[in-house]
């Protein structure tokens, strides 16, 4: 994997081109052309470069891969390992990505990026579907034959057959593996090809024999909606997952110039709210109710929606959470007044404030001044750096639900 063209990056950082460097001008403008597709939404263009924003994932572009990661602290050398060992916990608490399918020996190697373990989970899945043996189906066919099968096309026939008069054209049932199922895993696999280079490449070249008569079709995001998982196929759940993720994330080289891209961008913000619900709807105890971005009427058109609302019998705490990097006690007025309006509105007693800790202290609950109401509200801050929390969410679960 060493030979590849690698950059890592973290979020907000800034990345330059230069022609004699690997970051050069033709990546610069596929990736421009790519965030302009997205309505500007992942970076920012700057001088001769772009700034990152709040994505974090992976863009691959043609043999260039940049690795955009994660980053709560202050520290100017962070990391970068770290930062990627987060990133896959995060990733892998959310569901984003089956880390439970690579064996133990394979998740402590050193991962060139994300993306090398979206690949290997695919090979790996596909290889196994392989060994226990590719279905089969039936399916209709069309075609010119040289003895009546099946129904003949009248129609057809004339036009494909006037002058050949021995044949017919025919629709009748095949049954075989060249069905959609398979057509999608096909397609994922020459996906990969255009960007495996490493000792992954013999893994994809056997695979790719076992799919030589499976046609290669124009996958979209219909195709998947066509799946239907039953218990003939259910083995086939993980790797359509998977290859849903390659192929709706993968732009050919007809809007980039020579250069194929492919891009897995999870909004930070986003991932760190849902991190912190599943943590702790997997890990509460029974009497606790959790509820996830739980919306309601609020003015006019306008909804109201909280991160995270935890319900007992005798009380109600809202959650928010925030991925920035604050001093303790010193958060900013807008989410002051956002949490004084979560605390009226879903009547709950406390609200938190939960960000990611580098050193912070929590504050102690602080309460609104406002009719003696007796709101109150805390800022929190979680360790998700680590060994202890990356290898065990019920850590992070205790440590935020002991704040309330």
Known sequence: MNNKKFIQVFEYQKLRYDDSGIFRKHHFDAMVKFNELHQNKYFTIIHKGIRFGNYVGVIQIGGLTIEILPKADNNEIADKNLWQNVLLNMLKICKKIQVESISETQLKKRYHSILDVYFELYLNEVERLVKKGLIKKYRKNQSNQNALKGKLLFAQNIQQNLVHKERFYCEHQVYDKNHLLHQILYKGLLILKTFIKDSLKDKLNRLLFEFQDIENINIQKKHFDKIIIDRKNHDYQKAIDIAKIIIL??????????????????????????????????????????????????????????????????????????????????????????????????????????????????????????????????????????????????????EILEKL
């Open 249 to 398: 994330n993968y732009s050919p080289s007809l809007n980039y110039g020579n250069d194929n891209l492919l891009t897995l961008l999870f909004d930070m913000n986003a991932l760190w709210e849902e991190y912190i619900f599943r943590i702790l709807h997997k890990h509460k105890t029974e009497e606790i109710e959790v509820s996830f971005q739980n919306s309601d009427k609020f003015w006019e058109n306008k909804r109201i929606r909280p991160d995270i609302v935890l319900k007992t019998k005798n009380e109600t705490v809202v959650i928010d959470t925030k991925w920035k990097i604050i001093e303790a006690n010193n958060p900013s007025d807008g989410d002051l007044k956002q949490m004084f309006v979560y605390n009226l509105y879903w009547k709950a007693e406390k609200t938190l404030l939960l960000y990611p800790k580098i050193n912070q202290i929590d504050s102690n609950f602080g309460i609104f001044h406002f009719d003696n109401l007796g709101k109150k509200c805390k800022l929190g801050f979680v360790d998700i750096t680590n060994d202890l929390t990356i290898k065990n969410s019920k850590i992070v679960a205790k």
